[in-house]
């Protein structure tokens, strides 16, 4: 079945998971004590804070308690929503001043370019926010990329390893799970995509080993769509 649409991943794929773990994460854990306590009485700051309450079961927080709550919810690496939403606005922070850059792949912006001008639709599906992605792509060592993309995915639509998750993306995208090709260096993704129904491609960058009975690529250069 030919492909109409393209999903991809950011972490592994896209993008470096050193960045995402070694600037990012550190860049958003630093900052988010002081951030939280500076904005914690705007709406879209403190509905996320109400989330992180419920989530952990202590409604009667106070906000240096949530503090400790996300600074362990970091340490653990949860793929928390409202952490994620949180982490997001910190980094739309350091990208408008200029102290962070989104990484992108050359052979990723390469072939996203092209894609596009091929006239394929792009969305991506990511663990973090869609504010993070958009800031990932829009402020990027290549320059503002969000043009290419037609819509963004996070774990808004479900966790990325179940196969109900891609159903709704395919529901929200508009086309026949056949003809959406996924792309994610995460073995796991990649099933739950395929049973859903899409195509899929691993990335397995740097020598990595091919991702289960997947077509698996090192590169965006080698995917022949």
Not at 9 to 32: N, R
Not at 72 to 93: C, F, N, S, V, Y
Not at 102 to 121: C, I, M, R, S, T
């Amino acid at each position: 079945m030919p492909i109409k649409a393209i999903l991809t991943d950011i972490e592994g794929t896209t993008s470096a998971v050193s960045f995402v773990f070694d600037v990012l994460f550190p860049y958003a854990a630093q900052h988010l004590p002081e951030f939280v306590r500076d904005h914690a009485e705007e709406p879209e700051v403190a509905l996320q804070l109400g989330a992180v309450r419920l989530d952990s079961g202590e409604p009667e927080a106070d906000v240096e308690r949530v503090i400790e709550i996300l600074q362990q919810w970091i340490a653990e690496d949860r793929k928390a929503t409202p952490l994620k939403a949180l982490q997001g606005m910190i980094w739309k922070q350091g990208y408008e001043t200029g102290e962070l850059k989104g990484h992108v792949y050359p052979d990723a912006v390469a072939a996203l370019n092209a894609w596009h001008e091929q006239g394929y639709e792009l969305y991506v599906y990511s663990s973090g926010s869609i504010q993070a992605q958009q800031l990932i792509f829009g402020c990027s060592e290549a320059g503002d990329l969000t043009d290419l993309f037609s819509g963004y995915f996070d774990t808004t639509s479900g966790p990325k390893r179940e196969a109900q998750s891609y159903r709704h993306i395919t529901e929200a995208i508009g086309c026949p799970a056949g003809k959406i090709l996924f792309l994610s260096d995460i073995v796991e993704e990649l099933d739950a995509a395929q049973e859903a129904g899409m195509q899929t491609c691993g990335l397995a960058r740097e020598g990595g080993e091919k991702l289960g009975d997947h077509l698996t690529v090192s590169s965006f250069a080698e995917i022949d769509i």
